[in-house]
């Protein structure tokens, strides 16, 4: 699974749009972007995924850059439930999964009042 | 049903002690997961089970014993663990990897048990 990058911590104001960046430059063709996050002293919740479409749900949308190099999720209108670590982890989906989930450092999203 | 539930909330046992973590789900999921997370790293895989057979052990060490007795159902039997076994043990459960895309492969996590290995 292609490795990625992610800020060590981003702060964001409530109310506000909260956009955290991924860059997986060695992303290939079968693998997907999907994210996740955990909020303290709880276990992983997953918000969206995708391939190379932007894609939305109600939690948040996923901008996937042309390339595929790097992609952005966003939470549009960020509260204090939304303060967690955000994981962004690329793998195959699907036919061919190895049902891994590998998770990187994410960013800890601090929303504050 | 959407929830993912393990027992204890919280484990304390000694390094001669035997204990079992149990995970549960009702959702349907032929895919099961045990993860280890320690303080303020991320989650890390130990095992995944798919239709009750295990398929992948990430060289776990044997004082850690898992075990699926139904669809249902995940079991981690723990005997002569270390103290740096300590951590959040979390439990997860998928739909069937391997059909399609688009959320089959969406993890479901139980909120975990934090063990304390004295």
């Known amino acids: 699974d292609a490795k990625t990058t992610q800020p060590t911590s981003m702060d964001c104001a409530e109310g506000r749009a909260a956009n955290l960046p991924c860059n997986h430059s060695t992303i290939s063709g079968n693998e997907y972007v999907y994210w996740y996050r955990q909020i303290h002293s709880q276990g992983p919740q997953y918000i969206i995924h995708?391939?190379?479409n932007n894609e939305t749900n109600e939690m948040a949308s996923l901008i996937i850059t042309e390339d595929r190099k790097s992609s952005t999720l966003i939470l549009p209108h960020a509260t204090l439930r939304d303060t967690a670590v955000y994981y962004c982890?690329?793998?195959?989906?699907?036919?061919?999964?190895?049902?891994?989930?590998?998770f990187g450092k994410g960013t800890l999203l601090t929303v504050n009042p | 049903d959407t929830e993912v539930t393990q027992t204890p909330k919280h484990l304390v046992m000694g390094m001669t002690n035997k204990k079992s973590l149990k995970c549960e789900q009702h959702?349907?999921?032929?895919?099961m997961y045990w993860y280890k997370q320690k303080a303020k790293k991320p989650p890390e895989l130990m095992f995944v089970?798919?239709?009750?057979?295990?398929?992948i052990n990430e060289s776990v060490p044997s004082r850690f014993s898992p075990e699926c007795p139904n669809s249902s159902l995940l079991n981690l039997h723990l005997h002569a663990l270390q103290p740096e076994d300590s951590a959040l043990y979390l439990c997860?459960?998928?739909?069937?990897?391997?059909?399609?895309?688009?959320?089959?492969?969406?993890?479901?996590f139980g909120p975990g048990t934090r063990l304390t290995v004295l």
């Open positions: 995708g391939l190379k």
């Open positions: 959702m349907g999921h032929r895919a």
């Open positions: 997860a459960s998928s739909q069937e990897p391997g059909r399609g895309t688009g959320g089959w492969d969406e993890q479901f």
């Open positions: 982890i690329v793998r195959v989906a699907g036919r061919g999964s190895n049902y891994k989930l590998t």
């Open positions: 089970y798919s239709y009750e057979k295990l398929s």
